[in-house]
């Protein structure tokens, strides 16, 4: 029996999808979270084998979530379930021990396939996301490089700040309350930045501030 903690800050959803699950044979929902405390708990009390993991959450991000759960039960397999489609929210779930990163819009279907895939060790990523997870991994540096000197230059303190927030899949929103900036100057620190590196989006510039180890 597969055993699944959903999180999610949208309790229809959660309900929705609990639904779904509890008709299967071979799973059932043990509980739900809406928030990185909630699930971080019920993680520790329920001892789910699976998690559905929403990205945006009230107190944090999904990542916060995965990082605490799986600190505390390395065991645990995580699989995000969300809305956003950006490459940088793909890359650092999985870099943060995810061991899936799915659309809401996924075909219940495949959603199931996908569930029943992991007990036999596969990842529940689409051929689309694995593909773009290898791209990044190909344009990567090895982990000792240091950042070039000319692009410490180019760029104030501040901006490196809004790009290694880049890097890390954080919202504009995300970053003016980090920062205590308004969302307005983050606007303009991005802007500045893809202009002075040649860059053409913040997947690029997230991209980029990986290979060069910001």
Known sequence: MIRVLIVDDHILFQEGIASLLNKQSDMTVVGGAGSV?????????LQPDVVLMDFTLPDGTGLDATK?????RPSTKIVFLTVHTEDEHLIQAIRHGAKGYLLKNTPVTELLAYLRGLERGEAALPPTSVSRILDELAHQLPANVEPEPEIMGQLTARQLDVLRALKNGATNKQIAQNLVISEQTVKNHISHILTSLNLHSRHEAASFARRHNL
């Open 68 to 72: 605490a759960i799986l600190s505390q």
């Open 37 to 45: 405390k909630e699930a971080v708990v019920q993680s520790c009390l």
